[in-house]
């Protein structure tokens, strides 16, 4: 649930890329990869309506060059796109020289593919004249499925093995209550059936420092965006006025020097947002960020998570933070399974809506929360964003998405503290009915409002009123 990645989008940028990487290892498997002399890549649906303002031609083009986002520096991005605009060239995987025009060799189509808005195929044109075809689909969040879903049946295989299987917030409320554990502690057993509790932690202290990072850089870097629509970043200004003359030399140290600062309840809010709009600012600019649960909303969690850091708890350190990912990724686990992280699927409900939701709960579990009352605040942060439409503006992952991110953060940490305020297990809605509602209210909205910038504040505003 929680993927280090580059921006800006999921579903539109990681997808993609992943998909790009996945079809290079078929076409090896397939002994066709020597074979390759073209390509053409087709993108479908909301892929095809908001992929250029999303990077998808980008992402999937540094996919075929055989660049993994995880370790991609980020640098190589902008020249590589370069060299292959100028020569039409495209060194597929690294190992082989094709000829490929980025103009026309990506193909953006209005129509949707039947399976997922999000749908994208690949032709690969051989020395023997025939053609290899392989379809995927970006169903949110960085996941990419087949149509047949062999690998989905591998996952739920696999999801069968674990100690607590969990499909639904009432299996939480089960196993916590019988086992007597936290949801971080119950959530934490099931990883260790997967992987050694040294990786755990190293895989979620990862996390972190990437986290970490991209506030560090968007709290540190100004200017504008890429993209056209002029937006200026704020984080670095929004920054400089809260921390004034303090020094520090390194992400760990500013972390450290903001817990000197003052906290008053603007001051407060002003260090939430400026967080997770750092986050979004260099999202939006293709910077590595965490997907969480996708790129669109990759600061809430940090921002919500910094903000428990250095506002309320100085003496917390890693336990904490595991602590805080183990749950906010559980929860953005149970919408993936009970309704959908894919904005082209359910709108920003699904992505603000969800992230806000996992922080919240994770939120509440470190300030001390029953897991009643933690599954209370990823119900109150979601019932406050259910019906959230998905329009950003030129396509690009800015207007609203950015501020969108301060929002939904603040509005994790308000649940949170209602949620603590309350006996949990009087809620009068469970979470699982709000993630219900969500599906419900996904499958009812408009196609306009679900990625494709045919809606809302994208037809409201234009590229060249801003
Ligand atoms: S409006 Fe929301 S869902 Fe749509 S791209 Fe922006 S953050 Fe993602």
């Known amino acids: 649930m929680l993927k280090i990645g580059v921006g800006p989008s999921s579903s539109h940028t990681l997808g993609p890329w992943r998909a790009a990487e996945r079809w290079i290892v078929e076409l090896k498997k397939a002994e066709l990869f020597d074979l390759v002399d073209g390509i053409a890549v087709n993108l479908y649906g909301s892929l ?39 020569f039409n060239r495209l060194n597929l995987n690294g ?18 593919l039947p399976f997922h808005p999000n749908g994208m195929k690949f032709t690969a044109f051989l020395s023997n004249g025939k053609k290899a075809h392989s379809t995927f689909y970006s169903i949110g969040g960085g996941f990419v499925v087949k ?12 999801f069968k093995e674990f100690p607590f299987p969990i ?18 502690e119950i959530v934490y057993e099931n990883e260790k059936s997967l992987r050694s509790e040294a990786e755990i932690d190293a895989g979620l202290k990862a996390i972190w420092d990437v986290m970490l990072e991209s506030m560090y850089i968007g709290c540190h870097t100004e200017g504008t965006l890429p993209g056209g629509l002029k937006v200026r ?12 003359d303090l020094q520090y030399d ?5 972390l450290q020097t903001i817990r000197k600062t003052e906290v008053k309840f603007r001051s407060i809010l002003k260090w939430v947002s400026c967080f997770a709009l750092a986050v979004n600012e260099v999202n939006a600019s ?10 669109g909303s990759a600061g809430v969690i940090p921002a919500v998570l910094m903000y428990y850091l250095t506002i309320e708890n100085h003496k917390a350190g890693f336990d904490e933070i595991k602590q805080f990912l183990l749950v906010a990724g559980e929860i953005g686990s149970l919408f993936k399974k009970g309704a959908t992280i894919s904005a082209a699927m359910g709108g920003c409900q699904a992505e603000i809506g969800v992230s806000s939701s996992m922080a919240a709960g994770a939120l509440c579990e470190v ?11 990823s119900e109150i942060a979601m019932e406050h964003h259910l019906g959230l439409t998905c329009d950003p503006i030129g396509g690009l992952v800015q207007i609203p998405c950015i501020e969108r991110n301060s929002m939904g953060a603040i509005k994790a940490i308000n649940a949170a503290e209602l949620a603590l305020d309350s006996d949990g297990s009087h809620a009068k809605i469970s979470l699982d009915s709000v993630i219900n509602t969500m599906w419900e209210t996904a499958k009812d909205m408009n196609t306009k409002y679900k990625e494709t910038s045919e809606g809302g504040l994208a037809v409201q505003v234009s590229l060249s009123d801003c």
């Open 48 to 86: 095809s309506l908001t992929g250029i303002g999303h990077a998808t031609d980008i992402a999937t083009v540094m996919g075929l060059l055989g660049y993994d986002p995880v370790t991609v520096p980020i640098e190589n991005i902008e020249p590589e796109m370069n060299n292959l605009k100028l």
């Open 95 to 112: 190992e082989r020289s094709i000829d490929f025009d980025f103009q026309k060799d990506i193909i953006f189509n209005k129509n949707f």
């Open 147 to 158: 149509e047949e879903r062999r690998v989905a049946k591998r996952q739920l295989e696999k």
């Open 167 to 184: 499909v639904k917030g009432i299996d939480l409320s089960k196993y916590t209550s019988e086992q007597n554990k936290k949801i971080s």
């Open 233 to 244: 970043r704020r984080a670095y200004d929004s920054h400089k006025k809260l921390i004034g």
């Open 250 to 254: 390194s992400p760990e140290e500013w």
């Open 286 to 295: 293709l910077g590595r960020v965490v997907t969480a649960p996708t790129n």
């Open 367 to 377: 300030m001390g929360g029953t897991p009643a009352q933690v599954m209370m605040a």
